[in-house]
């Protein structure tokens, strides 16, 4: 897999955010990132399916072709990611973890139980309903998610079919659990909150890639907006998302095919001031032809990424000061 270089330079503002463990690559973290206290803007990025560090053992368990792990990442999005932060001093997170031994973007309870080997009963708390997990309403969509293939951990793709040679152990997926998924939405958590608390509002930005979509009788979406359907962002940042974009000439979906995931589900909470969206990105956008490498068009996406962080940071930050006014007019 290439390796692509850090594209975020040294700041004295900023300090390095990371932490977990990828079990199988010994000082490697799981994510990484930076943060500036305070925040210059009250926007965080994250991209959960960036991650391209693959231990041995889990390349070893592969039944498909390597390249085939290039369909689950979302392809150097991590890339889009840290020059927009160089850009605009928004903090982030990336995960380095790969997609492919635990999907950050699922919940703990999306797992296909079928293909685990040695699973105790009952099982552990770490599976229960909790910040990390789901209530009772969201098992049905997890389980769905879990037959198709893409839970927690990813078992199958279309056209490919089974991506291991056998069962995972109960253990090792618990391993990944607490090694990578917790800590990895505890520090976004975390991150999003601080921001939060300093400017009344904050919006996390959830970016992925994807395939290009059908046209449909007209232009094909270049951007899928996701907001679980209104639940997880306020609308007038929505609209003002949906204007920026217009006005570059963006075709953009709203919810469909991608609503958003569990990133979402965990994070936002509109009530306290916490918003968040998922933003799909037509990975031909900014990739070459083999969707492997840096296209011709990464540095035209990376800008107008940068404009529209910028755009939405203003709204937040108006966002927080009418929050805060409020709050001070209730005291």
């Known amino acids: 897999m290439t390796v692509i270089p850090d594209l975020v330079g040294d700041s004295h503002a900023a300090k390095p955010v990371q932490g977990g463990v990828i079990p199988g690559l010994p000082g490697v973290a799981a994510f990484r990132g930076r943060a500036a206290d305070p925040a210059s803007i009250p926007v965080v990025l994250a991209a959960?399916?960036?991650?391209?560090?693959?231990?041995?053992?889990?390349l070893a368990a592969l039944r498909a072709p390597d390249h085939v792990l290039l369909r689950l990442e979302d392809r150097l999005v991590d890339c889009l990611v840290q020059a927009v932060a160089r850009e605009t001093g928004a903090p982030f997170i990336i995960a380095q973890a790969p997609r492919a031994m635990i999907d950050l973007n699922r919940a703990v309870a999306?797992?296909?139980?079928?293909?685990?080997?040695?699973?105790?009963?009952?099982l552990p708390h770490v599976f229960g309903a909790n910040r990390f997990g789901v209530g009772a309403a969201h098992h049905g969509h997890a389980a769905h998610r879990a037959r198709s293939g893409l839970g927690l951990v990813p078992r199958r793709l279309p056209g490919t079919g089974e991506l291991w040679k056998g069962r995972l152990d109960y253990a090792e997926l618990d391993r990944r659990v607490s090694l990578i998924h917790q800590p990895y939405h505890t520090a976004l958590g975390s991150l999003v909150e601080q921001v939060q608390s300093q400017w009344g509002a904050a919006l996390l930005i959830d970016l992925h890639s994807m395939p290009p979509l059908p046209a449909n009788g007209g232009a094909a979406a270049q951007f899928v907006i996701g907001d679980r359907f209104g639940t997880a962002?306020?609308?007038e940042l929505i609209a003002s998302l949906f204007a920026y974009l217009a006005s570059a000439r963006c075709p953009v979906a709203h919810n469909r095919p991608y609503a958003g995931g569990f990133v979402l589900d965990c994070h936002a909470r509109r009530s306290a001031g916490i918003h968040a969206v998922q933003i799909e990105i037509d990975r031909t956008a900014y990739l070459d032809g083999t969707l492997a490498e840096p296209g011709p068009g990464f540095d035209a996406v990376v800008a107008l990424l940068v404009a529209m962080v910028r755009r939405l940071a203003d709204d937040v930050a108006a966002l927080g000061r009418e929050r805060l006014r409020w709050r001070t007019a209730a005291e």
């Open 48 to 58: 959960p399916h960036g991650g391209r560090h693959y231990p041995d053992d889990v």
């Open 110 to 122: 999306d797992v296909d139980w079928d293909m685990r080997a040695h699973v105790p009963r009952p």
């Open 233 to 235: 962002c306020d609308g």
